[in-house]
C-alpha cells in the first residue's frame, strides 16, 4: 500500500486506487493506475465519521468490514483478491496516513 502522490515504481505491481474519490492534483497520466475500485471504499457516511482519527481507527475497521460485507463491495474485494494471485497489488490512497486507511484493512483482509 502506498500514497498516489508518491511516484509509481517499478515493483508496484498492478496499481490499484481504493479510494471512493479521485484524489485532489492527481492527473490520471501521474496515477500510473491499472484500475480505481471505488467500490471497495468507505461509504461517504463512514469516512467522515472516521475523519482519520487514529483513536477511531479500530472502530472503523470494525464497521468498514461491516461495509465489505455489502454484495456489491464484497464483490470488489474478490476482484482485488483475484488480482493478487496474477501479480503484486499495490493500493493506492491519497491519505496522509496509509497505516490508518482503508488501504491497511484491505491489505490485511487480502492477506489473510
Not at 465489505?68 to 496474477?86: G, I, K
Amino acid at each position: 500500500m502506498r500514497r498516489i502522490y508518491d511516484n509509481p515504481e517499478v515493483d508496484d505491481g498492478i496499481r490499484v486506487l481504493v479510494d471512493r474519490r479521485w484524489p485532489r492534483g492527481v492527473s490520471k497520466d501521474r496515477a500510473g493506475l491499472d484500475e480505481w475500485c471505488p467500490a471497495v471504499a468507505p461509504s461517504d457516511a463512514l469516512r467522515k465519521w472516521y475523519g482519520h482519527a487514529p483513536a477511531k481507527f479500530e472502530e472503523f475497521g470494525s464497521r468498514y468490514r461491516q461495509e465489505l460485507e455489502d454484495p456489491e463491495r464484497a464483490a470488489a474485494l474478490r476482484h482485488l483478491r483475484d488480482m493478487t494471485s496474477h501479480d503484486r497489488l499495490t493500493l493506492l490512497t491519497a491519505t496522509r496516513r496509509v497505516e490508518l486507511s482503508q488501504a491497511a484493512i484491505l491489505v490485511d483482509l487480502l492477506r489473510a
